[in-house]
């Protein structure tokens, strides 16, 4: 095990494959993602950074690098001292790393293929700014209205209506001044390749709560937007190694579609719907893709 501070992986084509463990999740979801990263191999040079968030005290990841050290893996450690939001996480661990691409992944994350990283390298190029492994159209401000409507429910009492008309007000005057309108094509920031010179350009402040981490992943200043606004394009790649352009992501069956079956890489949300009766999954198939 290495300090961060020992990398010098700045080669062209370098990449840094960053694991974000949130400590207060516990160890479990730890021990999915090295059991399918050790599984699928990557099929492409890379280190793999630990990105430990939440942490008080250093001795809190010796469980995690006691477990890891079972599998004879090459790793290096970052470590975030105290909480912060996923995405400050990625951004403060690519101020500090070196290499020329950086692929992070969130602690909810499992391979389920081999040749992920491969997969992503494929499509790099200088027009290709972002790659994720799932993306969605979902607006945040007009999935409020789902199953809610402007009238009186007379089924309902009256503080769940007005909860409701809270609801729907919050979101047509506050929400919609952050989210566009549904399509809203977005890269999901669980899993997503990225040049880190280009990462650490984008507009970024601290993250005061989790809407305005959503904001970040999906509103009018996302991620995804911000690349596309400084000229490059967005893809998503699947397990086959077939990318997408948003235009065609409702209809490549990876994120809460169908069975999912071209998914290259699984999450809690993934695997949620996989998990969801059917009327939950045309729910969530409708609030993704309007369909």
Known sequence: M?????IKSDKPGSVSVVHLIWLPYGIELFKNFITSYATYDSSYEHELVLLFNGINDREEILPYLS?????NISYRTLIHFGPCHDLDAYFWAAGQLHSEYVFFLNSYVEFLTAGWLGSFMRFISNEIGIIGASGSWQS?????F??????????KNVRMNIEK???L???????????????NPHIRTNAFLIKRG??????????????????????????TNQVLKKGFKALIVDRRGKAYSSGQWADCNMFWQNSQENLLIADNQTR????????????????????
């Open 2 to 6: 290495q300090d961060i501070k020992d």
């Open 67 to 71: 477990f890891i050290d079972k599998y």
């Open 140 to 144: 945040y401000y007009r999935s409020a």
């Open 146 to 155: 789902y199953n809610s409507t402007w009238k009186w429910e007379r089924n």
């Open 165 to 167: 008309y809270k609801r």
């Open 169 to 183: 007000l919050k979101a047509r005057f506050w929400w919609s001044r952050f989210f566009f309108d549904f399509p």
């Open 198 to 223: 280009l990462f650490l350009s984008l507009e970024h402040k601290p993250l005061k709560n989790k809407f305005m981490a959503y904001v970040l992943e999906s509103g009018k200043k996302s991620i």
């Open 272 to 291: 949620m719907f996989e998990a969801a009766d059917n009327e939950n999954k045309r729910k969530l198939t409708y609030l993704a893709w309007g369909k």
